[in-house]
């Protein structure tokens, strides 16, 4: 099965090692994963802030760009929805709205790609250690993968799951809405923090570079001992 990496701005970026995990277990569970490496951004951040016809020729070089994809897999929910809404953002256009909808079948986020296309449950990951795991809100309510990422969490040897206090609760990342308003953002991730504190656990894990960025950046200025990984890698351990 041929899949093409849709690798998103942040992980490119920022958290390459992400990127590595999820090409790694990929091809371990028998995928050839091809990597076009003039991908752009998908054009979230300026498009939920309101600049929508600005954003569409980024929108139209993705599409194009993706168009001979077997399958796209994206190490972000926010991301992999992103695609999904292009078919609303061209709605009515003869062209684009046909393309779009093609993109937008065949992109999936990672974990709901390895088990709801692979159908592979167990990974044959080890990781020892109490995890606690943060449910994106585009990853959760937009795109709708719940239950893929517990499935595969579930199957990890040495992992002792801690349930997350509030975890239907926004981190205050929300892309640019972080920026805009600071001081909210600031509190609500506080509150986050505060309700992984209290699973004790060793590890957060998530499925949105975003938001682990946002919160991990806030668990760094408090001095927490608490280490912030993506599922991929803890997907990808061995350890």
């Given at each position: 099965?041929?899949v ?20 790694e277990?990929?091809e ?25 016809e ?12 993706f ?22 953002i ?15 079948a065949?992109t999936?986020?990672?974990t ?5 296309v ?16 943060h ?19 579930s ?15 926004c981190?205050?990342f929300?892309g ?5 308003m ?17 699973t ?16 991990g ?7 927490k ?15």
């Amino acid at each position: 099965m041929k899949v093409t990496l849709f690798i998103t701005c942040l992980v490119d970026m920022f958290q390459a090692n992400v990127g590595k995990a999820a090409v790694e277990v990929l091809e371990r569970l028998g995928c050839e994963v091809e990597f076009p490496e003039n991908q752009v951004c998908c054009g979230q951040p300026s498009y939920n802030s309101g600049y929508v016809e600005e954003t569409k020729g980024a929108m139209k070089k993705m599409i194009d760009i993706f168009q001979d994809a077997e399958y796209i897999v994206c190490p972000s929910g926010s991301c992999a929805y992103m695609f999904h809404e292009y078919q609303h953002i061209f709605k009515g256009d003869p062209v684009w709205e046909p393309k779009a909808k093609a993109l937008a079948a065949k992109t999936y986020e990672l974990t709901q790609f390895i088990v709801d296309v692979l159908k592979v449950e167990d990974v044959g990951a080890t990781f020892n250690g109490k995890v606690s795991y943060h449910t994106s809100c585009h990853m959760t309510r937009l795109l709708g993968v719940k239950e893929a990422p517990m499935k595969l969490l579930s199957h990890v040897k040495g992992l002792e799951y801690m349930e997350l206090p509030g975890k239907e609760n926004c981190c205050g990342f929300g892309g640019t809405f972080s920026v805009k308003m600071g001081k909210i953002s600031e509190q609500m991730v506080d509150e986050k923090v505060q309700c992984v504190e209290e699973t004790e656990a060793d590890y957060l894990i998530g499925g949105d570079a975003g938001c682990l960025m946002n919160i991990g950046g806030r668990i760094d200025r408090k001095g927490k001992p608490i280490k912030v990984l993506h599922i991929a890698e803890v997907l990808n351990s061995r350890v």
